[in-house]
C-alpha cells in the first residue's frame, strides 16, 4: 500500500480536535499524503474548515457558524472537548486559508475539500463555491472539491474549477447525467450502503470508502477493490500498512 491509498478524514481526529490546523498538521507529519476537510461559510463570507452549522460541539458554545463573523469565529476555541477534554482547551478554529498555506508546506500533499449542504443552503452556491475555490487558486492542483450536492459542484466546474470527488451516503445511480457531466476523479462512499456482491472494480469511477476503522477492515476494502480508505485514524493505519513517509522533509 501507499500513503494515496489513505484520505485523514477531518484530520489525524483520533487524537486531534476534527478539522482544526493541528489535526491536518499531525496527519501529514505522520506521513498521510491526502486530507479531507469540511467547508461552513462566516457571516461574512469566509470558508472555515468545519463541519457542523452548529458550534455546540466544538467549540461548547451556543449558535451558529454563519452567526459570527469571520473576526468573532477566531476568538473562539475549537477544543471538541466532549471528547477530548482540556487537552486543547485554546486550540483556534481554523479558517481555509491556513490549509493553503498548511499545503504550500507540504507540496506533495492533497486536499478533499467538502462544501457542506447547510452553508449551500443558508448562502446559496454561487457564494459559497466562489468563496471556496478563490481561496484555493493558490493550491488548486491539488485540491479536489466534493459534496454530496452534486449541483454545486457543477457550478464550480462551469466556473472552471478543474478536480472533483462525488460523496454519496446510498449506493447511486451510476448512469446519472450529473456524475457523467462531473466525471470525478474518484467516489466517496458510506460502507454501509455498498452493496455486499458489487465487485468495485467494475465500477464507472474508483469508489473510495468511508469511515473504515481497523486493519483488517481495511484490508477487505482494498481486496473488494476500493482504491483508497478515509479514516480518522490515519496514523495507525499508515503504520499498520507500514507506510513510509511521502514528504521528503520528515524521512
Not at 79 to 85: F, P, V
Request: net charge negative; glycine share 4%; with cysteine.
Amino acid at each position: 500500500m501507499q500513503a494515496t491509498n489513505f484520505i485523514a478524514h477531518r484530520g489525524w481526529r483520533q487524537h486531534y480536535p476534527e478539522n482544526t490546523l493541528i489535526a491536518f498538521q499531525q496527519a501529514l507529519a505522520a506521513g498521510a499524503l491526502n486530507i479531507e476537510l469540511d467547508i461552513q461559510l462566516s457571516a461574512d463570507g469566509v470558508p472555515f474548515v468545519f463541519h457542523d452549522a452548529n458550534l455546540q460541539r466544538m467549540c461548547n458554545c451556543d449558535g451558529l457558524i454563519w452567526d459570527l463573523s469571520a473576526e468573532e469565529l477566531l476568538t473562539l476555541n475549537a477544543a471538541e472537548a466532549s471528547r477530548l477534554g482540556k487537552q486543547f482547551a485554546t486550540n483556534p478554529m481554523c479558517p481555509l486559508s491556513d490549509i493553503v498555506s498548511l499545503l504550500q508546506n507540504y507540496p506533495a500533499a492533497n486536499a478533499y475539500v467538502e462544501i457542506k449542504a447547510e452553508s449551500l443552503s443558508q448562502f446559496g452556491a454561487a457564494a459559497v463555491v466562489d468563496a471556496v475555490i478563490n481561496t484555493l487558486r493558490p493550491v488548486a492542483d491539488r485540491c479536489l472539491l466534493i459534496s454530496f450536492e452534486l449541483d454545486a459542484l457543477l457550478y464550480a466546474l462551469h466556473e472552471g474549477w478543474e478536480r472533483f470527488a462525488a460523496v454519496f451516503d446510498y449506493w447511486p445511480d451510476w448512469q446519472q447525467s450529473l456524475l457523467a457531466e462531473l466525471n470525478p476523479e474518484v467516489i466517496f462512499c458510506d460502507k454501509h450502503c455498498i452493496p455486499a456482491s458489487s465487485d468495485l472494480r467494475q465500477l464507472p469511477w474508483p469508489l473510495l470508502v468511508y469511515e473504515v476503522g481497523t486493519l483488517q477492515e481495511a484490508k477487505d476494502w482494498f481486496e473488494r477493490g476500493a482504491v483508497a480508505i478515509e479514516t480518522f485514524l490515519v496514523g495507525e493505519m499508515l503504520r499498520d500498512f507500514n507506510v513510509t513517509s511521502p514528504h521528503p522533509t520528515l524521512r
